[in-house]
T-cell receptor, first 113, second 113 residues
C-alpha cells in the first residue's frame, strides 16, 4: 500500500469543525482512501472511505483533492468523544477483500472543552 | 453485542511462559486478521486468514508465534517462550467477503514481566 503522511497531533475546540489532512502523493489510480479512528483503549473503527468524489456519512465528510494527492477528513462539529487517533490509509481494491491494512502513526486529535 | 470479541482483555505473564489469545469474529465474516500495537504506534499487521486458510504472514511473526483458525470461525494466537518485547496490544479484526472494511475487537493487552 502507498505511503501517507499525517500531522502527529492537532487540537481543536469542542463544537467546532475539525479538518484532518492527509498527503498521499504516490497514490495510484486504483487506491481507495480510507480513514479509521482509534479511541483510547479500543481497537480502530472505520470512519469513511472514497476514491475520487467527496463523501459524506453520519460520522464525517471526506474531501479529496482533484489530483488525489491529498485528502481531508472533516468532523463538522467535534465533541469530546471525537478525541482519538485518526489514521489515513490507502487500499488497492482487488475485489477479493483487504489483504491487511498498513497503519502509520496517525494524527492524535485533542478536543478542548 | 455482535462485534469482534477478544479474550482475555488483559494478560500478565512471566518471561518464558506461553500465552494464547482467542478471537471470535463477526458471524459470516470470512477474513480474520491479527495485528500488534505498541504504545504510541499504529497497529502492525501480523497475519490473516480467509476461512481456515492462513494467506499471509508478516515477517514480524517470528517462529515463536503461531495462529490458527481450524474451522474458519474463531482464531487463536499463541506466543511461545514470551519475551518482554512481546508486551503489546494484540488486536483482531474481521471482514465480509470482498470487503475492504475491517471491524476490530478491543484487543488483548499483554504484559510480559
Amino acid at each position: 500500500d502507498a505511503k501517507t503522511t499525517q500531522p502527529n497531533s492537532m487540537e481543536s475546540n469542542e463544537e467546532e469543525p475539525v479538518h484532518l489532512p492527509c498527503n498521499h502523493s504516490t497514490i495510484s489510480g486504483t487506491d481507495y482512501i480510507h480513514w479509521y479512528r482509534q479511541l483510547p483503549s479500543q481497537g480502530p473503527e472505520y470512519v469513511i472511505h472514497g476514491l475520487t468524489s467527496n463523501v459524506n456519512n453520519r460520522m464525517a465528510s471526506l474531501a479529496i483533492a482533484e489530483d488525489r494527492k491529498s485528502s481531508t477528513l472533516i468532523l463538522h462539529r467535534a465533541t469530546l468523544r471525537d478525541a482519538a487517533v485518526y489514521y489515513c490509509i490507502l487500499i488497492m481494491y482487488s475485489g477479493g477483500g483487504a489483504d491487511g491494512l498498513t497503519f502509520g502513526k496517525g494524527t492524535h486529535l485533542i478536543i478542548q472543552p | 453485542d455482535t462485534g469482534v470479541s477478544q479474550d482475555p482483555r488483559h494478560k500478565i505473564t512471566k518471561r518464558g511462559q506461553n500465552v494464547t489469545f482467542r478471537c471470535d469474529p463477526i458471524s459470516e465474516h470470512n477474513r480474520l486478521y491479527w495485528y500488534r500495537q505498541t504504545l504510541g504506534q499504529g497497529p502492525e499487521f501480523l497475519t490473516y486468514f480467509q476461512n481456515e486458510a492462513q494467506l499471509e504472514k508478516s515477517r514480524l511473526l517470528s517462529d515463536r508465534f503461531s495462529a490458527e483458525r481450524p474451522k474458519g470461525s474463531f482464531s487463536t494466537l499463541e506466543i511461545q517462550r514470551t519475551e518482554q518485547g512481546d508486551s503489546a496490544m494484540y488486536l483482531c479484526a474481521s471482514s465480509l467477503p470482498g470487503s475492504e472494511k475491517l471491524f476490530f475487537g478491543s484487543g488483548t493487552q499483554l504484559s510480559v514481566l
